[in-house]
């Protein structure tokens, strides 16, 4: 059965994260995505510490990389000579996109500008992936990491306890949470050319994306004129609403309650307490007024209970509520394994290997694209000969001239 995407080509010159995993959504979908990587600058998803196996001994078994990089082909290709640049360009005139996620200097060093692209194929339609776009006022051209983006949005001083200094959130999730965001923006764009012929320039800001899910953080400005704060766990209704340290080392629940019902179901799980009755608790408003006394009390309950336990005991009678997990306790979790989100990938160098797949399922779509990621330049011959129409010889020379390189 064919993938929805099937027909569908991208030209992807983009390395490390953002760029990788919206090229892989499309993999998966059936495009067909050629990954352009060069010896000169390895892609660092192949060189992070944290996936080499301790036994790594080059640039094709690095788990961070497999991660992002399934079901796609990989060549390579030496973009500082202008025959480098002429072979991506013959690629881009058989794509239907082009994905980067270069700072402004180095696209416009490299030539992976739209105003350069569009003069190849005019209806090509360009991805773009950046710190704050790169379009607009002097911070288009800064350099920055998933980090720098919640910082630029407010995020990290929005989960800083009050008094304390902003809270950062461990990895760079704006790489991943704008990688979803472009796929759409990416169909939108091929149904446009479709309908019109058009193509056009898709410019993506990891800043202006975080932003753009953290709305209550702004609202109270635009509507009140003041500075909402650092609120940290707090929400600005509901009471309780934190994390609560359980029985166990480091081990934790989330509990948010929303209303009456939900306090009252709370109250029963815990054996209807006597503090919990006291009448500044009776609504969500006293509550809220007095969250800070009704989480001391929590403390002091959830410390004598399993996280695991708990959670499905407080989910039974109906109060959101759920275990803080590590990355041992999601790898080992039945539901994620019986829903079909973990998967076995089998890679010639390092045998089975298990990462996340898909975070959806389609009822006409029984198995999406999950080939093993690809070796660097697996596929130089098979594009470089097969679509572009390179004779063996001169792949061989372009090789040894470290144009294919």
Not at 306 to 319: F, N, P, Y
Request: hydrophobic share 35%; net charge negative; proline share 6%.
């Amino acid at each position: 059965m064919a993938l929805p995407l099937a027909g569908i080509r991208i030209a992807d010159f983009s390395w490390i994260i953002n760029g990788p995993q919206i090229a892989q959504w499309m993999a998966v979908m059936g495009a067909e995505v050629i990954k352009i990587e060069s010896q000169v600058y390895i892609d660092i998803g192949r060189t992070n510490p944290a996936g080499l196996p301790r036994d790594a001994k080059g640039y094709n078994s690095n788990g961070f990389y497999h991660m992002l990089n399934y079901g796609k082909k990989a060549v390579n290709l030496n973009l500082a000579t202008d025959r480098g640049r002429d072979l991506a360009h013959a690629l881009i005139r058989k794509s239907d996109f082009v994905l980067e996620c270069f700072p402004t200097p180095i696209s416009e060093k490299l030539g992976l500008t739209y105003d350069v692209i569009k003069q190849v194929k005019r209806d090509i339609i360009m991805i773009s992936v950046s710190l704050l776009g790169k379009t607009g006022t002097e911070p288009s051209r800064w350099v920055g990491w998933g980090p720098l983006a919640c910082c630029f949005a407010g995020l990290f001083d929005a989960q800083g306890y009050p008094g304390g200094p902003p809270r950062q959130t461990g990895g760079t999730w704006p790489d991943y949470a704008i990688a979803s965001t472009v796929v759409f923006h990416a169909l939108a764009a091929l149904r446009h050319r479709n309908r019109t012929g058009e193509g056009q320039w898709i410019d993506a800001s990891m800043g202006e994306t975080v932003i753009g899910q953290m709305h209550e953080y702004y609202t109270e400005y635009f509507m009140h004129g003041r500075e909402r704060g650092k609120r940290a766990n707090a929400d600005d209704v509901m009471a309780p609403h934190n994390t609560y340290k359980c029985r166990g080392e480091d081990k934790w629940i989330a509990i948010a309650v929303g209303n009456d019902s939900e306090w009252q179901s709370l109250c029963r799980v815990m054996g209807n307490p006597e503090w919990a009755h006291d009448p500044k608790f009776a609504d969500q408003f006293g509550r809220h007024q007095h969250r800070d006394e009704i989480d001391a009390h929590l403390r002091s309950w959830t410390s004598q209970h399993d996280h695991m336990e708990l959670a499905t005991k407080l989910q039974e009678a109906g109060v959101p509520a759920g275990p803080v997990l590590d990355s041992v306790q999601i790898h080992q979790d039945p539901h994620l394994w019986e829903w079909g989100y973990w998967w076995r990938l089998n890679h010639r160098e390092v045998g089975e290997r298990i990462v996340p797949g898909m975070p959806v399922k389609m009822s006409k779509v029984p198995q999406f694209n999950y080939s093993p990621p690809p070796d660097l330049g697996q596929h130089n011959r098979e594009v470089f000969g097969g679509l572009l129409g390179l004779s063996e010889a001169e792949i061989s020379r372009l090789m040894e001239e470290k144009v294919i390189y």
